[in-house]
């Protein structure tokens, strides 16, 4: 899902995609050996542990005050997320991947409940992101899309794993 496929697919259906990656992040953790944990695909490529700490941040810091500012505020100007120096700055290698999923999961469970009773005037709220105007429904997409990718670098961590 993009952007422009929201509207078109409907607050319902971006709830359970949301939905589904907590579990999916905390299947990953689950699934390797705690020393891998840690393991990085190559020099810029995070771990599974950064992954984990990386959508919790993100999803406390970035996802639910953007999301809590547009709907209180008119027009908020949003600030971004840098993920690679937010992860040096706070040394997420040396934190606990199952924690942070966990973590990630309490964060997704309350970025759920903001959104689930919005209707179409709410969703059509506008902020200012990135020097663009978005609507909240534009960034529930881009929460959607951050998922995907993240999903995929996950799933490619974990086949770099298994390969020998």
Known sequence: MNDADFPSAGLQMAIERLATMPAFLSAAVEAVDPGELVFRPGKDGFSLTEQ???LRDLER??????VTRMLAESAPALAGFDGTAVAK???YL?????AAAREFATARRELIALLAPLGDSQLAREAVFGGERITLADLVAMVIDHDRSHREEIEELLDAMESP
């Not at 040396?94 to 199952?98: E, F, L, P, R």
């Open 52 to 54: 984990a700490c990386h």
């Open 89 to 91: 700055a706070r040394d």
């Open 61 to 66: 810091e970035g996802y639910l005050v953007r």
């Open 94 to 98: 040396s934190q606990d991947a199952h």
